[in-house]
């Protein structure tokens, strides 16, 4: 990677080169074919068509979305299978954007409660049959889902309901904890192993087994699942890197910045620079294990401490020379789904000049 | 407050409940003005028109940003004097925009080196003059700003590149911890004082001594301040809600939710409800003092213990029944800044019922 920021960028921004975004994708798509797993990659990570496109052109058999406002999206860009990895409340608006949708791409949606199957199948009514459902199973990560043994009530329930039971899948959410990912990669083909044989032997057709989970989506060597939902791997971002799965060669995505506040130690106060990217575009999640708000790609001993909305504070490690006012610095965001859903627009980079614009089609598709 | 959702929002989405907004308005108006003090909000908390309107039409004197992509949102909206209080790094491009908005309104904007000064006065040349600026102090939040004693070198580098010096402004952001406001509000006047008395003594005619934030724009009875600009009180949150600087009757701003997942005690798990706003619309700011992501209105005792991007998992008392699958809660963000940049367009609502939708139209605007 080319750690310069073109000229014409205005920061704070966010670039994405595209030569680590391709290798990436190439990696993932690799990794499941060797494996023989459908790839069904998470798109609420970059809400992109063009990075969609890229996807399915290296293999992905389909698409994995967090809401209907996002199938919507993506289906009008061309998307022909998406599926919505939502434990979702269907009252008849959704009824009605499901029923469209269907017309023009293969669509499943998550269940995790009776209630919700039935009241899915409910809206839907005799378009139930043009819906296909996976059921939650919550394989450790204790968010959504119903336990393995209780798969078969749900399942039964979308059934009477109507609705298409296609199998089962999980988010191993908990595998984004240093140590983590390789035990939640067990728990997570374990709680899908148990779910699929319930639901099979209760004479289901189990067509999908579908997990999920950048950090787990390379270690499953031998898996149950038949398909994956990775998402972040498009990028990587600062929680990948101190979770060590991924490099920071594999860093696609930075925020542009510059430093507009400089401090060398003095009065009491640490040594620091402040750069004008802050939650407003790095988005502030930061998991208790983190070192900070984000890394700094050229500069891995620094420390983002604090971020305000429009500032982040960067602590700087004494042997190395402070950056001077007006440089231009990059900050690999810790959760780049956040990032891509706070601009309208990404700058794409290739050996350091821009290369191309793309529209973040999906942004604030929140429903 | 009525704790109702009206039944034709989507959600999860942003209410707006219009008859607390005014009283909030109206309060710190009356409060400003009680003491002699201009008010001068900042309206990178809402990003809206209709808010900004309402704010002047109580009595502010002038609009606070934090970039000049918002000052040209909001002048283009008909705003005659705005602030941006943000140590900006000006190069050829942002003089370009500056000289343009100074067209139009009067415009000041922060400055905290002597080379982001000079460099600030060489790319306006000419046209310096016509841009006010402001000495940003660091009065203990040790993001931005220089020290008191600093202050004079700074202006004076100002003066020399032709800036017309208005006086000093500093941000308490270290007020944002419990039992710290009214320390915090001591270090703020007593900052500003000592920077404004050494500008004074340098020859500097001090018109503007600005101070700021929510939790201490009340507490200051004698400040040295002739304006603040608080942000956050318009609406109120979980932050300000849980340092005790408003009451649960003051919050305005609510994202109403879906219950989509419900689990009793069950399998070693906890007691919980997911719903279906996540950090892509609460914002995922967590201090660590704050008992969760966000508050529910109607439900005082729950928690919310972890965030999604699509998810809220809410902990639920075990004294109290668990919400049923479907129904609809409100929840209030702990930062409100961060959820209102995370959305188009919000509802107005009046009594549970919706009477205005109001476009967030500087949402985005980070440079």
């Known amino acids: 990677m080319n750690h310069s920021v073109p000229a014409e960028i205005v920061t704070p921004a966010i670039m994405i080169d595209i030569d680590v975004l391709d290798r990436n994708i190439e990696r993932m798509a690799s990794s499941m074919l060797s494996r023989g797993l459908k790839l069904r990659p998470h798109v609420k990570t970059h809400k992109t068509l063009e990075i969609a496109a890229r996807q399915l052109a290296a293999g992905a058999t389909g698409l994995t979305v967090a809401t209907i406002g996002e199938a919507e999206v993506f289906a009008a860009g061309g998307a022909s299978d998406i599926f919505i990895a939502y434990p979702l409340w269907v009252e008849a608006h959704h009824a ?28 839907l009514g005799v378009d139930a049959g043009t819906i296909d459902v996976l059921i939650e199973v919550d394989s450790g990560h204790h968010r959504s889902g119903v336990l393995p043994e209780e798969v078969v009530a749900v399942a039964q329930a979308a059934a009477s309901a109507g609705l298409s039971v296609a199998g089962v899948f999980t988010f191993p959410g908990h595998s984004y904890k240093p140590g983590m990912p390789t035990g939640a990669a067990r728990n997570e083909n374990d709680a899908l192993g148990r779910a699929a044989a319930a639901l099979s032997e209760a004479g289901f057709d189990v067509r999908t087994i579908s997990g999920g989970s950048t950090p787990t989506a390379l270690l499953a ?9 990775p998402g972040v791997y498009v990028f ?33 106060n640490v040594r620091r620079v402040v750069v004008d990217a802050g939650s407003k ?30 500032h982040a504070t960067v602590v700087w490690p004494d042997s190395e020379e402070l950056p001077k006012l ?12 956040l990032a891509m ?27």
Chains 1, 2 share one sequence.
Not at 221 to 229: I, K, Q
Not at 295 to 310: D, G, K, N, Q, Y
Not at 346 to 359: E, K, L
């Open 96 to 123: 009605d954007r499901l029923r469209k949708l269907a017309e023009t791409c293969a669509v499943a949606v998550g269940v995790d409660s009776v209630e919700s199957a039935t009241s899915m199948g409910q809206h």
């Open 221 to 229: 060597s031998e898996t149950v699942a038949t398909e994956l939902r």
């Open 236 to 268: 990587g971002d600062a929680q990948q890197l101190e979770l060590e799965r991924c490099t920071w060669a594999d860093i696609a995505l930075t925020v542009a910045a510059t430093v507009v506040s400089r401090h060398e130690a003095a009065g009491g």
């Open 281 to 310: 575009i790095l988005g502030s999640d930061r998991p208790d294990w983190a070192t900070g708000y984000g890394r700094l790609p050229e500069f891995h001993e620094a420390r983002i401490t604090a971020l305000s909305e429009h």
């Open 326 to 337: 007006g440089q231009r610095l990059r900050v690999i965001p810790n959760h780049v789904c």
């Open 341 to 367: 859903n706070l601009v309208d627009e990404v700058t794409v980079v290739r050996d350091g000049a821009v290369v191309d614009r793309w529209n973040v089609a999906a942004r604030g598709r929140n429903n």
